[in-house]
């Protein structure tokens, strides 16, 4: 039996079954725009906020200049009134410098304006004097000028060509002038050459006689009338009185002196004669120290000795002489005035 062919179907694909509310539905919607005007006084606005700038800026200026204005005067006014001349020093006097001799330095006029001063000027004034190390000067308004004067210490005399005061710190400072030596020691052993020429070495030696000098005077000890300081650094002492020489050499001062206060204990009253010591030897660990020493016989003591023995006794009798003139004079006034009536 004959089969009916198959008949072909073909159905419709579903894509192409588009419904067309559907699509109308998924497409996007155009939506009309419109033109936005710019907002209305902007120019006038930006203008409002330049004139309060201006406004600010010519605020500001009249300010700055006020108080110009007002320094300035204010200003000339403290330069030129009355109230701020200079009327008052306050300044303790030195040894050296005294009231005269420190408005002499500071040479202000008068009716100076305390205001119109340099003080560093003034200061440098003050210790154009050699005898001023260092000086201060400071005001306190409205007129009084205040003065700090330090003065050099003199230690030693140094005797480089020429005589100088040499102060503590190792500085000469001034020409040596009559009266001004008093009981300082001279420095010898430099040359006015080697002052100029090398004063790094000079410096060390007149260090190293600074030194000896502050030793010294550590203890009661005769006075020095010199110390020698060789281009090696070697030192001797001599003293005032008899001329004794010490031989300290390079060696440590303390050692020295050491050396030389045993042997003046040991010598008593003798060692006023001393003549020479050897005080730079060296202790030998196995060995006892030693100190080398010469004396002045009785007959050959220096005449310096004898002189200043005599100019002390003849100073001790006008002593003497002097006090019993004035109990004298003093009796003779007081009997007088016994004598005579209370009416009187």
């Known amino acids: 039996m004959a089969t009916r062919p198959e008949r072909a179907i073909r159905k419709r694909p579903r894509a192409a079954q588009v419904n067309s509310r559907r699509v109308a539905r998924h497409e996007p919607a155009v939506v009309p725009t419109r033109s936005v005007a710019p907002p209305r006084g902007r120019g006038n606005g930006v203008l409002r906020r330049i004139g309060r700038f201006g406004v600010r800026v010519a605020i500001a200026g009249g300010v700055v200049y006020g108080v110009l204005v007002g320094a300035r005067e204010g200003y000339a006014y403290a330069t030129t009134s009355p109230r701020f001349e200079v009327r008052a020093l306050e300044y303790r006097a030195t040894a050296h410098v005294d009231e ?19 003080l560093d000027t003034l200061a440098e004034r003050v210790t154009a004097d050699p005898w001023v190390a260092r000086a201060v000067v400071t005001r306190e308004l409205p007129d009084t000028l205040q003065v700090v004067v330090e003065e050099h ?11 100088v005061l040499l102060s503590s710190e190792g500085e000469p400072f001034k020409l040596l002038e009559s009266g001004e030596r008093g009981q300082l020691p001279v420095v010898t052993g430099v040359g006015a050459t080697e002052l100029l020429g090398n004063p790094s070495a000079v410096n060390a030696r007149i260090a190293r006689a600074l030194e000896i000098i502050a030793g010294w005077g550590s203890k009661k000890r005769p006075i020095l009338s ?8 070697g030192a001797t002492l001599y003293t ?3 001329g004794t020489q010490l031989r300290l050499g390079r060696g440590d001062l303390g050692e020295a002196l050491a050396r030389y206060d045993a ?4 010598m008593g009253e003798e060692s006023d004669k001393l003549a020479v010591a050897h005080l730079d030897g060296s202790r030998r660990p196995d060995a006892p120290e030693r100190v080398v020493a010469s004396f002045f016989p009785a007959k050959d003591v220096p005449e310096l000795v004898t002189q200043a023995e005599e100019r002390a006794a003849l100073e001790a009798t006008e002593r003497a002489a ?8 003093a009796k003779s006034a007081r009997e007088p005035a016994r004598r005579i ?4």
């Open 263 to 266: 042997l003046r204990a040991a």
């Open 226 to 233: 010199e110390i020698h300081i060789d281009q090696f650094g």
């Open 341 to 344: 009536p209370r009416h009187h």
């Open 153 to 163: 210490k003199p230690a030693a005399v140094l005797a480089a060509g020429a005589m």
């Open 240 to 242: 005032e009185k008899i």
């Open 322 to 329: 002097a006090a019993a003139g004035v109990a004298a004079t």
């Open 100 to 118: 005269r001799r420190l408005r002499e330095l500071l040479a202000i006029a008068p009716g100076t304006n305390i205001l119109s001063l340099e």
